[in-house]
């Protein structure tokens, strides 16, 4: 059964820092992995996407990394900004390929000005 | 707006009535998801449709609790004799196949049982 975790749970910051939010799960065989960002009391948001076979995805100050082999992604806030506070949740799909989602519990992001 | 839209967005209801939501995916999505997420977790899956056909259901997906997806368009999701356990925030989501099967969420909608 896959299982995905994300660390830190919470995580408070001044404006302008750069920050790394992580994410694990246990069964490798994923074809993709996906970053959403969640605002209190509404639907996710699709941030970023990487396909098995990317090492790496960018979209503007977002930069996600995946490394399937140690079960691991990585999400990069560069310059972060008061209107970044949310939570990010990563999720993986199962082993099959209509993709049910696994979920994270989640990083709760606050950035101070 | 061509997102993922769902009615309604919130829901207060007594224990033991019957709830009904619905979803709209963007309109050439074939996939359809239904997901359950509690204060502080991440979303849950429930249920997936492609087209009309309902392919699998979650454990957590009791008797009480069915889908249906007519014509492979809207979904509706029903909760028959609810129970304060089933307060929580509903998603769905929908994705096209042949575009990496990114899924793509609604707004939600916020069930509260007294």
């Known amino acids: 059964k896959q299982e995905v975790t994300q660390i830190p749970a919470a995580l408070s910051v001044p404006e302008g820092e750069n920050l790394v939010l992580n994410c694990s799960f246990t069964d490798s065989a994923i074809y993709n992995l996906q970053w959403f960002r969640q605002d209190p009391g509404k639907g996710l948001t699709s941030l970023l996407l990487?396909?098995?076979?990317?090492r790496e995805q960018t979209s503007g100050r977002l930069n996600a990394s995946l490394d399937k082999s140690s079960g691991r992604s990585t999400l990069y806030i560069a310059a972060s900004q008061p209107g970044d506070s949310a939570t990010y949740l990563c999720?993986?799909?199962?082993?099959?390929?209509?993709?049910?989602?696994?979920f994270g519990q989640g990083t709760i992001l606050t950035v101070h000005p | 707006d061509t997102g993922v839209s769902q009615d309604p967005r919130h829901k207060i209801t007594k224990r033991g009535q019957n709830v009904t939501f619905r979803c709209d995916p963007i309109s050439e999505h074939n996939r359809l998801y239904w997901y359950r997420q509690t204060l502080g977790q991440g979303p849950e899956f429930l249920t997936y449709f492609q087209n009309e056909a309902q392919l699998e259901k979650s454990r957590l997906l009791s008797d009480r609790f069915s889908a249906e997806r007519p014509k492979g368009s809207f979904s509706t999701l029903e909760i028959q004799r609810t129970e304060q356990g089933d307060s929580a925030m509903y998603l769905c989501?929908?994705?096209?196949?042949?575009?990496?099967?990114?899924?793509?969420f609604g707004p939600g909608t916020r069930l509260t049982v007294l």
């Open positions: 989501a929908s994705s096209y196949e042949l575009t990496r099967n990114e899924q793509f």
């Open positions: 990487i396909q098995s076979s990317q």
């Open positions: 999720a993986v799909p199962g082993g099959t390929s209509y993709g049910k989602l696994t």
